[in-house]
């Protein structure tokens, strides 16, 4: 798992394309995972039929160019339920005042842990 802090976008729809593109260029240096998810549909969509978001041509391009080195890219729907801890990584990294790069396989002790359900 992994977390950035970007800056505002247009639209969150164009945090989500931003996202993924860069936990893909990551992984491409830090691990063989070859399954993403997310808890947005619509990203999902985008990535099936990228010729219907003609207003984020250029995004998709980069993340096609990315996705081109996995030999079977997988992009999965993840709802936030099932995914709390995804979930509380994005929310902390939008807090941070400074920049925010993290990737592992757990959440770093320097981060707070996320309240127990």
């Known amino acids: 798992m992994g977390t950035r802090n970007f800056t505002r976008r247009v639209s969150a729809l164009h945090s989500e394309v931003e996202a993924l593109w860069w936990a893909i260029k990551n992984m491409l240096q830090y691990s063989t995972c070859q399954s993403f998810g997310t808890d947005c549909k619509e990203l999902i969509t985008m990535m099936k039929e990228p010729h ?39 929310k902390t990294a939008r807090s941070f005042h400074r920049e925010l790069h ?10 707070p842990r996320p309240p127990q359900a």
């Open 52 to 90: 219907v978001w003609p207003s984020f041509a250029m995004e998709l391009e980069r993340i096609e160019t990315l996705q081109i080195c996995f030999p079977d890219f997988n992009i999965v729907h993840v709802p936030r339920a099932r995914n709390q801890n995804s979930d509380f990584l994005a």
């Open 102 to 111: 993290f990737i592992g396989c757990s959440i770093p002790v320097w981060l």
